[in-house]
């Protein structure tokens, strides 16, 4: 195949991988085992899932071990919130293992702790989406996703923090405050599932749930050194909620240390649900991502589409460490070619725009609209909003067309290539107390979420894609690569990057050096 422009030789990857691997083992935020963590937090879920199973650890030990692990280590992160009371959440684990001892097991989540993102309806929880404008009261049912988290057996013992409505890749939000990175708790943890990667990359959940507008999936996983999926479009049914056809930029899907995890935490949430008729239908059985994940990759063809030939300013180390990981691929027997999508990518930023301010419109239009709410709306949620305000029908028309012609440009690219990759984020981790980077690479940023604008690729297109750990830098600061799929080709995602997983091991090797250190959060 023709070489890669823009991409080291075999021995630059080599020597750049070297030194990524070298700052890491050399970095204060990250070390080589975890030898100070409970054997029970440790586990990875599916070990976890089967250790309570076979009744070798019971939910009584595993519920007791989370909370003390939590209690040591979540006000560093500020990742789980809303946690409920310690004494009823060891009732409920003494009812679960008096059903195993029955013989009842409900599920491979019986017993686990579990955290629901705070988008997410969970009955009995109140769901803040990080805005005082929301009820403090506790949900009378359950969102479709989290009913099925709970008929498997999962243990809600509170939610994940978020930012504010979901808007924005950095988790701060005046309810709860600000969600902190497990590698440097001066700096972000993304979103705006950024509760739920940190939460992960501390060990206080074996699994978490998401969901992924721009990028909430991914972004997160990135800069906690996790795995986060985002799911075709329809695969994961999403509601009760009013508006039901639309509503389709965002889905919810899984996020966890291990691919092998998150396949299955995709297998519960996966599958037609009535009240969401655009979920995929009963031909798509979820049951395949239980299963196996090993597959023969040798002789795929990887396309690297890297910062869209220089289109999208980059923060210096992002991609050398990308690129570097490339070579992991090619080691794997992958044939990687540098590609270009044949689309204006100015143009498919003004699509997102359009579509995006339209959506938010909808959602939040009511609140702006109220003066006595307005002023509680974060001044970029308001942004959002008001420019949906003057967007007529034809803009929003045209936009679909532009999102439309994106889509087939993809699928020309997936004529050539099994896959696309893609770096996860445009910058390392920043510092908490800003909001959002005013300029990358000197290049100033002209809205709140321009410094993201690397995610929305395979969101216009609704195809599947995964965000899987590429290593560290000098810092110590995690970063990570989208690997893309087409169309509904998640099986094929979740193999790919599971064989990435067992070559490279970043989350095994290299947890937070707070959860070695022996220092209590």
């Known amino acids: 195949m023709a070489s890669v422009p823009n991409v080291p030789t075999p021995a630059a990857v080599d020597s750049q991988a070297a030194a990524s691997a070298a700052a890491a083992v050399n970095s204060p935020h990250a070390t080589h085992a975890a030898e100070r963590l409970d054997d029970i937090v440790a586990l990875d879920a599916l070990a976890l899932s089967d250790a309570i199973r076979t009744r070798r650890v019971s939910c009584r030990e595993v519920m007791q071990a989370y909370l003390a692990h939590i209690a040591q280590h979540n006000a560093a992160v500020n990742a789980i919130v809303s946690l409920r009371d310690a004494d009823t959440l060891l009732r409920e684990a003494d009812e679960r293992d008096r059903q195993l001892a029955q013989g009842e097991y409900l599920g491979w989540m019986h017993g686990m702790p579990q955290a629901v993102k ?20 506790p949900d009378t049912q359950d969102s479709i996703s989290v ?32 969600t902190l990175n497990a590698y440097d708790t001066s700096r972000i943890a993304g979103g705006s599932s950024g509760g739920a990667a940190s939460a992960l990359a501390m060990r206080m959940l074996p699994v978490a749930d998401g969901s992924d507008m721009m990028g909430s999936l991914r972004n997160p996983a990135a800069f906690g050194n996790v795995y986060g999926f985002r799911p075709s479009q329809g695969r994961v049914p999403y509601g009760p909620v009013p508006e039901i056809f639309v509503q389709q930029l965002s889905t919810e899907g ?10 299955r935490l995709l297998a519960t949430q996966a599958g037609y649900d009535a009240r969401s008729p655009l979920s995929l ?18 002789g795929l063809r990887l396309g690297w589409l890297g910062d869209y030939g220089g289109y999208l300013p980059m923060e210096d180390g992002v991609m050398a460490l990308c690129e570097a990981s490339l070579r992991d691929f090619t080691a ?49 949620a308001q942004w959002e909003v008001a420019g949906g305000e003057h967007l007529r029908a034809a803009d929003v028309f045209r936009a679909s067309i532009d999102r439309s012609e994106w889509y087939r440009s993809l699928a020309r690219l997936f004529e050539r290539y099994d896959f696309l990759l893609l770096p996860s984020a445009q910058v390392f981790p920043f510092e908490a107390q800003t909001h959002w980077p005013a300029s990358v690479a000197g290049k100033p940023m002209d ?41 509904q080709a998640d099986l094929a995602v979740l193999q790919l ?23 209590a959060a």
Request: some cysteine; glycine content about 12%.
């Open 118 to 137: 705070d988008l997410a309806s969970c009955a009995g929880l109140p769901t803040r989406k990080g805005s005082p404008l929301t009820s403090t009261g």
């Open 147 to 178: 009913s099925r988290l709970r008929a498997a057996g999962a243990i809600f013992i509170g939610k994940t923090n978020v930012s504010e409505f979901g808007l924005g890749s950095h988790s701060y939000n005046p309810v709860f405050g600000t």
């Open 254 to 263: 899984p996020m966890g240390r291990t691919v092998a995890d998150v396949a």
């Open 281 to 298: 239908a009963h031909a798509h059985d979820p049951a395949q991502f239980a299963g196996a994940l090993h597959r023969d990759v040798k």
């Open 332 to 380: 794997m027997g992958c044939e990687v070619e540098a590609c270009a999508p044949g689309f204006s990518m100015d143009r498919l930023w003004q699509t997102w725009l359009t579509l995006r301010h339209w959506l938010v419109n909808g959602s939040l239009g009511e609140m702006y609209a109220d003066p006595a709410r307005r002023g509680k709306l974060k001044p970029e």
């Open 447 to 487: 809205t709140y979420h321009r410094w993201m604008e690397v995610v929305i690729g395979p969101t216009l297109a609704g195809l599947p894609a995964i965000s899987v750990p590429v290593g560290f830098d000098a810092r110590g600061l995690p970063m990570g690569l989208q690997i893309i799929g087409p169309a």
């Open 497 to 519: 990057a599971h064989a990435h997983e067992q070559r490279t091991q970043w989350v095994q090797r290299f947890p937070p050096a707070m959860l070695t250190s022996g220092r």
